[in-house]
């Protein structure tokens, strides 16, 4: 399960700008995947009478325990030169990092205070925290950090001109306008479009789960509702992608869906009688026609006994008595599909290994492969 943090960093030291950056490529390698990244802002020491700060605050999605994190912490304020004193009193530092939130957490150990202490009193901690989640409320005062901000004085503190990079969103990857996801029942195609949407700062267009009234009856009946079934879907699919698309600029918007039409397709041959197929085809090419391809279709492999825990996992009691046949099939369908159509830019991705969900490194080698693509 990831947990929303929120991290506040700080340089007054040297190169201050390089020191945050860095503190953003290590906090993304170590502790979890960057959501946001606020403004710099250049501040007046607080506390001591020492050179002014560049501050920043970081949203970071972790699997990490509060612990867990704070021990990471200490570790990359040591790589990146931070020299603790047993002084009391405040000093110049090269990197200072700090957890104000982790979720709702309140807590006292000898490591570590939840909510931090102090951050509701500081401006150069309350206005970049502002900046990228004003409405978070502080689980002990019990108002919004944006309520909190307004009752602190400016003390002199200024936007700066320069921004730190979110590490993920490698410029590689903007030369991608439209990117579908795709893959078997249970691959994970739905949350890496997610994620992928939001580090990438894309549109994201997920297919619509509406109660479709043969889905149940095809898993009781598989002979007699494959039909309207398939047809439900292809409608369904047609009109959600061509309205969605029709909103959106393909060629200033950046696109990320969970889903491809041709995937109407690949199910029906499967599920389908040769008549039936024929038929289905026919209807299937001319709409197939009318609708944007992606510039880069991604299929996710995933091993058929991945496949089955992923489908028990989440759950749908419709889903429950799909054989591991049917989807051997689906697998089987989709690469015979890529293998036969050399017109489309595919990379398919093995993540049958993989939990790119709670492992950030996992997630990183998948946008990596996709940046290679």
Not at 116 to 123: D, G, N
Not at 194 to 216: C, M, S, V
Not at 225 to 247: H, K, V
Request: glycine share 4%; hydrophobic share 35%.
């Amino acid at each position: 399960m990831l947990h929303t943090t929120y991290i506040s960093i700080g340089s007054n030291v040297g190169d201050k700008r390089a020191h945050l950056q860095n503190a953003v490529q290590q906090l993304s390698a170590k502790i979890g995947r960057v959501i946001k990244i606020s403004p710099i802002y250049k501040t007046p020491s607080w506390g001591y009478d020492g050179n002014d700060f560049y501050n920043a605050c970081l949203c970071v999605k972790t699997a990490l325990s509060p612990a867990e994190m704070m021990t990471e912490i200490l570790e990359i304020e040591v790589s990146l030169g931070r020299i603790r004193s047993h002084k009391k009193e405040y000093q110049d530092r090269t990197i200072d990092i700090d957890i104000i939130f982790y979720e709702d957490t309140i807590m006292e150990t000898g490591l570590l205070v939840l909510p931090h202490p102090l951050a509701y009193e500081r401006k150069f901690v309350m206005q970049p925290l502002c900046d990228i989640a004003p409405s978070k409320i502080h689980p002990i005062h019990k108002k919004t950090v944006s309520q909190l901000n307004t009752k602190i004085s400016d003390e002199g503190m200024e936007v700066s001109e320069e921004v730190l990079e979110n590490p993920n969103a490698t410029k590689s990857f903007s030369r991608f306008n439209y990117i579908a996801i795709e893959g078997n029942i249970g691959a994970g195609k739905t949350s890496l479009a997610t994620k992928i949407a939001e580090d990438f700062n894309r549109k994201l267009i997920l297919e619509r789960f509406a109660d479709n009234p043969f889905l149940p009856k095809f898993y009781e009946d598989n002979s007699r509702y494959a039909f309207p079934l398939e047809m439900s879907f292809l409608a369904d699919r047609y009109q959600q992608i061509s309205d969605d698309l029709a909103q959106l600029d393909l060629f200033k918007d950046f696109i990320v869906s969970d889903y491809d039409v041709v995937k109407s397709l690949i199910f029906a041959k499967v599920t389908l009688q040769q008549d039936e197929y024929k038929l289905y085809r026919k209807l299937f090419d001319i709409m197939y026609k009318e609708i944007p391809k992606p510039d880069l279709y991604v299929y996710l492999y995933q091993n058929t006994e991945r496949l089955l825990r992923n489908i028990k996992k989440r759950g749908r009691d419709y889903e429950q008595k799909i054989p591991s046949e049917y989807l051997d099939k689906i697998n089987n369908g989709y690469l015979e599909f890529i293998r036969t159509h050399k017109d489309l830019n595919v990379k398919i991705i093995d993540v049958s290994d993989l939990d790119f969900v709670a492992n950030a490194n996992d997630y990183h080698k998948i946008v990596a492969e996709i940046n290679e693509a």
